[in-house]
């Protein structure tokens, strides 16, 4: 398995998380980088720089004025008076307050969603490096059937103009993007645990990208406000949206025949490429999750998507410290590999 990644993943470190009143450790954490990225090559899968590529392929996805915001937010700092070392918004804007503000105190709640995204020094470029590993991927798994971004912060809860659920820049849409940029329909199966709501928000009214989440039932889960069944797209995108829900505590069998499911509509659509949105937190192990996948459900799930034949950018998302994150991307990847043989 080609794999790409960028040293400046590990730039964005946060160290704090607000959650149900209580401010805890984030557990998005840089050190996820480098356990993923030695166990990789401890397996023996060839590591690569991701080229950069610059600023057009993360545009082609996000708003003008949100990437314009995350770049410069970390140097506007001084213009929100006793800021911390971290720009984080406590409040922030509702649909129904859609103005937008000039100052850097409402700006960073107009584009943020939540706590979990917390800017820093480094934030850019780690995003901007993780985003240039998935369009490495994507360029890859067209030229060479298929490639995995170690990208990190994950991408999938970004919208086009929000950050949110850790994510910055949505590196599984900008993958997407890129391989439909060179013609045909494209693909995405999201099976990390938490819906791919930014993902399903990007392209929901597009035809010419399916995207396929399975993931916990939000009814009691994040990101509690989309990722229903009944999200089948809107417009010309009616139909091309498929959100495949599972009762909290699920296991291997369940999640499988959903990813079987989000297959066959996959292969209906007739895509040129596949984005793969690998979170692995649907692990019975991970400190955040709601499933309980293990490791065989892992390498089955690997082998039945390498099985679709499709060319197939591996993007990482989620997947929380412990001490089964490894083993679990490496039985992924050599799964894959074998499949393909
Ligand atoms: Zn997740």
Known sequence: MRIFHHADAVRHDPERYFRRGAIIP??????????????AANAGHGLI??????????????????????????GRRGEMPGSGEEVMAGIFARPQMHRRPEGMLGLVGLYTADTSTPIRAGTWAAVHGSAQ???????????????????????????ADSAGGFCFLNNSAIAAERMRATGGRVAILDIDVHHGNGTQGIFYARSDVLTVSVHADPADYFPFYTGYADETGAGEGAGFNRNLTLPLGSGDTPWLAAIKAGLSAILAHRPRGLVVALGLDASADDPIGALTVTRAGFAAAAAS??????????????????????????TFLDAFDAARG
Request: charged share 20%; proline share 8%; glycine share 8%.
């Open 26 to 39: 984030h557990p998005e954490q840089a050190v996820r980088y480098r356990i993923l990225r030695d166990a």
């Open 305 to 330: 998507i390498a099985r679709a034949g499709l060319p197939t950018a591996i993007v990482q998302e989620g997947g929380y410290l412990c001490e089964a994150l490894p083993h679990n991307l490496v």
């Open 49 to 74: 720089d991701a080229p950069d590529h610059g600023l057009d392929p993360i545009r082609a996805v996000h708003d003008a004025g949100y990437v314009a915001f995350l770049r410069e937010a970390w």
């Open 133 to 159: 590993a998935a369009v490495a991927a994507a360029d890859a798994a067209l030229a060479h059937g298929h490639a995995y971004a170690l990208s990190r912060p994950p991408g999938h809860h970004a919208y």
